[in-house]
């Protein structure tokens, strides 16, 4: 059997640790680095970059890294891939072309591209297929140094180099499932070393100072472990990577370009300090068609934040809204989406001005900039001596500021060109998965025995079950999960829809479904259309639903005591 293959992740979003791909290049043993630019929200903000700047719509944060890296990754014969190519991936190998030659490195750059399908989607300002890692592998395999994509799935970084090395093909499922699974995990970096932990407070302090980026050992059968380089922060265990295996999925078919990955044959295993084994994932067939993220401008939006101190604030509020609501009809250009919403930091005689105060937050839309702006200026300046005892605002509406809708499409796998244009120039096209499977979706597992009953206390679910939650286009998921055999069979059996509906109010008029991961001891919800038109709408306080799932483990449960 070949060696594993050590793959690091240095970048989970557009902005992280800038140092991070020095420190996983000198903090240890590595064969590929690799790097997550990307998100819905990004393609948003390349795109806009792109229209002022033909030649941007890549990730420059990369670029400058590998500025004080390139060196030091070829001196250790670490390869590079990443998807910080965006919108204009050919256009960024270039820019590392040039950068090479200026630090005289011998350094081969590759990338592939295909993924763009703005032209077929009139109006869009960005529209991308969501590729697979053979076109990563086939840029490997001609003996590139750097590889940079375009939109690629965050499991493709990993997909991509374990195919070129351990010869995988596009009919090796359960190979290819197991490396789908340890790409999720290691995707949004830090997050599968303690950061964004609900049970941050088991872990000692000083760990979680400057927890370290992830990195899998990847084997020829497509089993792994999840590990960090020695002596950096953090933590690994099966708890953080439960977290972050339930992190932005769905049921138990995960489906991607190269195979759907059934999470529900996923098993966990502590191997050491700072070392969790994934095996026996199986895999299936992938769907016919890809998805393709599609982001449009969606308009201007403003807002204002009434702060409303003492006693009345519920009078107060109304007086408010009244006004400004009579301010905007007498405008005569009301925006097209008004929305208001209270939100109650104060409390009973406090010991601060500021604990003492509420915020009523007014949020509008429309394609039209001055209804947002100039209209929503002179309404709400015009009444600060006009309205409520002791009106101020935390700033003063500006001129209104773009916003983004996304949406997802499909497109059949044939109809995309995904090229690897390897090292030479040489453009190789990547053919699409020879058979393709439609995802159904799986039947409910049968659940464990219920426990006895005995006597409960009312409680935060928080302390007897994990979660972590986050955002797909305008859905969101939640994942929770029970750390003990115990406490799944409370929660497998009393965390239903309706008693998630109950303890989220604003889930109630929404379509929830839940899904049941028993290997994992985990229940995922799905909540459809809870965040509109996507992160770039900001539709709610949370747009990308962060903190959902702490939102329901605050919320208090009848529990049973032998569990607390």
Same mark, same amino acid.
């Given at each position: 059997?070949?060696?594993?293959?050590?793959?690091g992740?240095?970048?989970?979003?557009?902005?992280?640790?800038?140092?991070?791909?020095?420190?996983?290049?000198?903090?240890?043993?590595?064969d590929?680095?690799?790097?997550?630019?990307?998100?819905?929200?990004?393609?948003?903000?390349?795109?806009?970059?792109?229209?002022?700047?033909?030649?941007?719509?890549?990730?420059?944060?990369?670029?400058?890294?590998?500025?004080?890296?390139?060196g030091l990754?070829?001196?250790?014969g670490?390869?590079?891939?990443?998807?910080?190519?965006?919108?204009?991936?050919?256009?960024?190998?270039?820019?590392?072309?040039?950068?090479?030659?200026?630090?005289?490195?011998p350094?081969?750059?590759?990338?592939?591209?295909?993924?763009?399908?703005?032209?077929?989607?009139?109006?869009a300002?960005?529209?991308?297929?969501?590729?697979?890692?053979?076109?990563?592998?086939?840029?490997?395999?001609?003996?590139?140094?750097?590889?940079?994509?375009?939109?690629?799935?965050?499991?493709?970084l990993?997909?991509?180099?374990?195919?070129?090395?351990?010869?995988?093909?596009?009919?090796?499922?359960?190979?290819?499932?197991?490396?789908?699974?340890?790409?999720?995990?290691?995707?949004?970096?830090?997050?599968?070393?303690?950061?964004?932990?609900?049970?941050?407070?088991?872990?000692?302090? *000083?760990?979680?100072?400057?927890?370290?980026?992830?990195l899998?050992?990847?084997?020829?059968?497509?089993?792994?472990v999840?590990?960090?380089?020695?002596?950096?922060?953090?933590?690994?265990?099966?708890?953080?990577?439960?977290a972050?295996?339930?992190?932005?999925t769905?049921?138990?078919?995960?489906?991607g370009?190269?195979?759907?990955?059934?999470?529900?044959?996923?098993?966990?295993?502590?191997?050491?300090?700072?070392?969790?084994?994934?095996?026996?994932?199986?895999?299936e067939?992938?769907?016919?068609?890809?998805?393709v993220?599609v982001?449009?401008?969606?308009?201007?939006r403003?807002?204002?934040?009434?702060v409303?101190?003492?006693?009345?604030?519920?009078?107060?509020?109304e007086?408010?809204?009244?006004?400004?609501?009579?301010?905007?009809?007498?405008?005569?250009?009301?925006?097209?989406?008004?929305?208001?919403?209270?939100?109650?930091?104060?409390?009973?005689?406090?010991?601060?001005?500021?604990?003492?105060?509420?915020?009523?937050?007014?949020?509008v839309?429309?394609?039209?900039?001055?209804?947002?702006g100039?209209?929503l200026?002179s309404?709400?300046?015009?009444?600060a001596?006009a309205?409520?005892?002791?009106?101020?605002?935390?700033?003063?509406?500006?001129?209104?500021?773009?916003?983004?809708?996304?949406?997802?499409?499909?497109v059949?796998?044939?109809?995309?060109?995904?090229?690897?244009?390897?090292?030479?120039?040489?453009?190789?096209?990547?053919?699409?998965?020879?058979?393709?499977?439609?995802?159904?979706?799986?039947?409910?597992?049968?659940l464990?025995?219920?426990?006895?009953p005995?006597?409960?206390? *009312?409680?935060?679910?928080?302390?007897?079950?994990?979660?972590?939650?986050?955002?797909?286009g305008g859905?969101?998921?939640?994942?929770?999960?029970?750390?003990?055999?115990?406490?799944?069979?409370?929660?497998?059996?009393?965390?239903?829809?309706?008693?998630?509906k109950?303890?989220?109010p604003?889930?109630?008029?929404?379509?929830?479904?839940?899904?049941?991961?028993?290997?994992?001891?985990?229940?995922?919800?799905?909540?459809?259309?809870?965040?509109?038109?996507?992160?770039?709408?900001?539709?709610?306080?949370?747009?990308q639903?962060?903190?959902?799932?702490?939102?329901?483990?605050?919320?208090?449960?009848?529990?049973?005591?032998?569990?607390?």
């Amino acid at each position: 059997m070949p060696p594993p293959l050590r793959i690091g992740n240095a970048s989970g979003f557009y902005g992280d640790r800038f140092d991070a791909v020095r420190e996983m290049l000198t903090g240890g043993g590595l064969d590929v680095l690799t790097g997550d630019y990307l998100a819905e929200l990004t393609m948003l903000i390349l795109g806009r970059d792109r229209l002022k700047d033909p030649e941007a719509g890549y990730a420059r944060t990369f670029l400058r890294q590998l500025e004080e890296c390139l060196g030091l990754a070829h001196e250790r014969g670490v390869r590079i891939v990443a998807n910080a190519g965006g919108l204009n991936p050919a256009g960024l190998a270039a820019r590392i072309r040039e950068l090479a030659e200026r630090l005289g490195l011998p350094v081969r750059v590759a990338h592939v591209e295909g993924d763009d399908l703005t032209a077929a989607h009139p109006g869009a300002l960005a529209a991308h297929a969501y590729l697979g890692g053979f076109g990563i592998a086939a840029c490997l395999r001609a003996g590139a140094d750097v590889v940079v994509t375009g939109r690629v799935t965050d499991a493709a970084l990993v997909t991509g180099p374990a195919a070129a090395h351990f010869g995988w093909r596009p009919q090796d499922h359960d190979a290819l499932a197991g490396a789908v699974v340890a790409g999720h995990v290691l995707e949004c970096g830090t997050q599968a070393t303690g950061g964004n932990y609900a049970f941050f407070g088991d872990v000692e302090p *000083r760990r979680l100072l400057r927890p370290g980026f992830p990195l899998a050992e990847v084997h020829a059968d497509g089993t792994s472990v999840i590990t960090k380089h020695p002596g950096t922060g953090g933590v690994v265990d099966v708890g953080t990577v439960t977290a972050q295996l339930l992190y932005e999925t769905g049921g138990a078919r995960y489906a991607g370009p190269d195979v759907t990955a059934r999470l529900d044959t996923v098993t966990l295993a502590q191997d050491g300090p700072d070392r969790v084994r994934i095996g026996g994932v199986r895999g299936e067939a992938p769907p016919p068609a890809l998805k393709v993220g599609v982001n449009r401008f969606g308009g201007f939006r403003n807002q204002v934040e009434f702060v409303l101190t003492g006693l009345d604030v519920e009078r107060k509020a109304e007086l408010v809204r009244a006004q400004m609501e009579d301010a905007l009809a007498r405008a005569g250009s009301r925006p097209r989406e008004v929305s208001w919403e209270l939100v109650r930091t104060d409390r009973p005689d406090a010991p601060t001005q500021e604990t003492a105060s509420a915020v009523l937050r007014l949020v509008v839309r429309d394609p039209d900039q001055r209804a947002v702006g100039r209209t929503l200026s002179s309404a709400g300046i015009e009444l600060a001596l006009a309205s409520y005892p002791g009106f101020h605002v935390t700033a003063p509406p500006g001129k209104g500021a773009p916003y983004g809708t996304f949406h997802a499409a499909r497109v059949p796998q044939g109809d995309v060109p995904h090229v690897a244009v390897l090292p030479d120039g040489t453009r190789e096209p990547v053919p699409p998965a020879p058979e393709t499977r439609e995802p159904a979706a799986v039947p409910e597992p049968p659940l464990p025995s219920p426990p006895a009953p005995g006597p409960s206390r *009312r409680a935060p679910l928080g302390l007897v079950a994990g979660a972590r939650s986050g955002d797909k286009g305008g859905d969101a998921n939640v994942g929770v999960w029970a750390r003990t055999d115990e406490a799944w069979r409370w929660l497998a059996h009393t965390l239903t829809v309706d008693r998630f509906k109950a303890l989220l109010p604003e889930t109630a008029p929404l379509t929830v479904t839940r899904h049941t991961l028993p290997n994992l001891r985990a229940l995922n919800f799905v909540v459809e259309g809870i965040l509109g038109e996507g992160v770039a709408a900001q539709h709610r306080f949370d747009p990308q639903a962060k903190a959902l799932g702490e939102w329901l483990r605050a919320r208090c449960m009848d529990i049973p005591e032998a569990l607390l």
